[in-house]
């Protein structure tokens, strides 16, 4: 296994201690030494000169749907899957590239798609991050992702989610994509702003139909998000165990005593970048002006929200939601700044939810988005201090070095 030196760094190591001079060692898949000042170089081993640029951990994006293929949601339902896993192979490439070594999936847009990708990347063939796979979102009739009308042919099965009435067909698609290898569930457990026809403040997922997810989805070992933006079905969603709480964009005062309460076994996202974009640039793409107002109107919320969030100690991580026209692949650091310039985050509590708590929602706390002797070597080196600036993180030519798992996937001059 190869050995690196990275030399000549100021060092981010994910914990939100104040970046350093120094020093790290890679031996195989991990880093052995992280010295402020030099450090001792195993003979022979290849020195990477940093420039004096930022040592930092490979970023995690927590809400991730690498099958999303920059389209708005009908056009996903009617992509074959042929051409639908192609694209999702290219855009592991592209969340790889742009200094993301790690993706927490939040749902796939047909049944095996992150599987087989996952499969793919841990075996080496193809590039892109450490990925825990998810399934298609599971929802009701009227709830996100019923792409159905009644005078139209009936596409039930088709549609980028599956649609689940009643706690038996809830129980049968868990176990079906246990069966398929899934990590992951994602329950959209509230409706949607413009694209469900029920709202956000609407919760359409009944208990029952969370408890019977929460039944498969402990005996089989996976982890469940909810798509949560009401506050009733944020209390749902911790009341049943969920871990991780997507957008949680009405949470009120009882609904933040609740994560609050919580916030040591649950992880909250409120998948910025995609409510930005709609709201900024969904009109010019199409989208009416009723949807892009959502948006504007939801994000006014976030802002408040997740402000009192942040002063709570909840987690609280980026990851936006990126695969749509409005938000592509390839601009997912957008989250980080509006994390700074929306939400009130510093650069530091931004890069910390980004990698060091990344790491813990990967299930691997002080294994991944740490840089400190032991963890896996996903790094990346920054030309420019992102802490100062968090914008130059979206220019992919300021990423001189991206490692993941010790092997170097980009390695400029
Ligand atoms: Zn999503």
């Not at 050995?3 to 939100?16: A, E, K, S």
């Not at 075996?123 to 159905?148: F, K, S």
């Not at 980028?160 to 569930?185: H, N, Q, S, Y």
């Amino acid at each position: 296994m190869a050995t690196h030196v990275i030399t000549n760094v100021r060092i981010f190591d994910g914990t939100g201690r104040e970046a350093f001079a120094g020093e790290v060692v890679v031996d195989g898949t991990r880093i052995t030494a992280v010295t402020a000042g030099a450090a001792q170089r195993p003979a022979g081993a290849p020195v990477i000169d940093g420039q004096g640029g930022t040592l930092m951990p490979g970023l995690v994006e927590a809400h991730a749907h690498l099958s999303f293929p920059d389209l708005f949601s009908d056009a996903i339902t009617r992509l074959p899957v042929e051409e639908h896993m192609l694209i999702t192979v290219r855009n592991a490439k592209t969340m790889l590239d742009c200094g993301y070594t790690s993706a927490f999936s939040a749902a796939s847009a047909k049944p095996r798609l992150d599987v087989v990708l996952k499969r793919e990347i841990e075996a080496g063939r193809v590039p892109g991050p450490r990925l825990l796979a998810n399934g298609p979102e599971l929802t009701v009739t009227g709830g996100l992702g019923d792409t159905n009308a009644m005078h139209l042919p009936y596409d039930v099965e088709p549609t980028f989610c599956w649609i689940t009435d009643g706690p038996d067909a809830v129980r049968k698609a868990v176990r079906t994509l246990a069966r398929e290898g899934v990590d992951l569930l994602k329950l959209n457990i509230s409706g949607d702003g413009g694209t469900s026809s029920a709202g956000a403040d609407v919760t359409v997922m009944t208990d029952e139909e969370i408890a019977a997810a929460m039944e498969i989805a402990r005996q089989r070992h996976l982890r469940v998000a909810g798509h949560c933006r009401s506050a009733d079905s944020v209390m749902a969603a911790l009341a049943h165990g969920v871990e991780v709480i997507y957008h949680a964009t009405y949470a009120d005062e009882r609904t933040l005593d609740a994560l609050e309460a919580a916030r040591d076994r649950v992880f909250v996202a409120p998948a910025l970048g995609h409510t930005w974009s709609l709201a900024e640039r969904g009109v010019g793409l199409g989208l009416s002006q009723k949807r892009a107002d959502a948006a504007a109107a939801e994000l006014d919320h976030c802002r408040d929200t997740y402000g009192l969030m942040r002063k709570r100690g909840i987690r609280v991580l980026p990851g936006g939601d990126y695969g749509f026209p409005t938000s592509p692949h390839g601009t997912y650091a957008k989250d980080l700044e509006l994390f700074v310039d929306l939400l009130g985050f510093s650069a530091t509590e931004t890069l910390v939810a980004a990698t060091k708590q990344g790491g813990e929602i990967m299930g691997r706390p002080g294994e991944l988005g740490v840089v400190a002797p032991g963890a896996l070597a996903d790094l990346v080196l920054v030309d420019g201090d992102p802490l100062t600036d968090i914008a130059i993180l979206q220019d992919r030519a300021k990423l001189r070095m991206i490692m993941k798992d010790g092997a170097l996937h980009k390695h400029a001059g």
